[in-house]
T-cell receptor
């Protein structure tokens, strides 16, 4: 199946700093999604991207659907302690199978 | 409104046993998907059901099966458990929107440990 490579695996940042993480795929997806997962909970959808080149914001979060449809990035500006968690990218094909990356674990130091 | 609910929250089984996990979708949602999340990895797609019919299947052995009931709740069954089946099993429900079931809402998961 398609492989999603998500990087970095983990990040340790100071409160107030900006964060950037990305995801690349060996093949094309028609939708890219970004989720956040807190301990003991299921993933929560942050941003969904439906069109190549699309740039979408949700508060301090901004994500882009790469032009080649094989990549996406997520930026978090002015990080706060509650941003701590694991962020997953996911790509969805036309048959609705959704593939997840391995996650980026974010730690924010106050 | 209640979100996606799953039961049980935790489960311990031994190798060779059988397990049934349950999921209730958000009211009004007709599609349910199941995912396996091994520690340190992202969720892996197992099944998707819509209107009681299987609409998608991931790369899992036949020991894994599922069904959806008329009230849209769902069960995931795993037979002949292996140690490697230990994972968090996530259920997600969604409404079809324009043919794409993107807005999947996840439950808290069932933590299965196989000894």
């Amino acid at each position: 199946g398609q492989q999603l490579n998500q990087s970095p695996q983990s990040m340790f940042i100071q409160e107030g700093e900006d964060v950037s993480m990305n995801c690349t795929s060996s093949s094309i997806f028609n939708t890219w999604l970004w989720y956040k997962q807190d301990p003991g909970e299921g993933p929560v959808l942050l941003i969904a991207l439906y069109k190549a080149g699309e740039l979408t914001s949700n508060g301090r979060l901004t994500a882009q659907f790469g032009i080649t449809r094989k990549d996406s990035f997520l930026n978090i500006s002015a990080s706060i302690p509650s941003d701590v968690g694991i962020y997953f990218c996911a790509g969805q094909e036309y048959n609705n199978d959704m593939r997840f990356g391995a996650g980026t674990r974010l730690t924010v130091k106050p | 409104d209640a979100g996606v609910t799953q039961s049980p929250t935790h489960l311990i089984k031994t190798r060779g046993q059988h397990v049934t996990l349950r999921c209730s979708p958000i009211s009004g949602h007709k599609s349910v998907s199941w995912y396996q999340q091994v520690l340190g990895q992202g969720p892996q797609f197992i099944f998707q059901y819509y209107e009681k019919e299987e609409r998608g299947r991931g790369n899992f052995p036949d020991r894994f099966s599922a069904r959806q009931f008329p009230n849209y709740s769902s069960e995931l069954n795993v037979n002949a458990l292996l140690l490697g089946d230990s994972a968090l099993y996530l259920c997600a429900s969604s409404l079809p929107t324009g043919g794409l079931w993107n807005e999947q809402f996840f439950g808290p998961g069932t933590r299965l440990t196989v000894l």
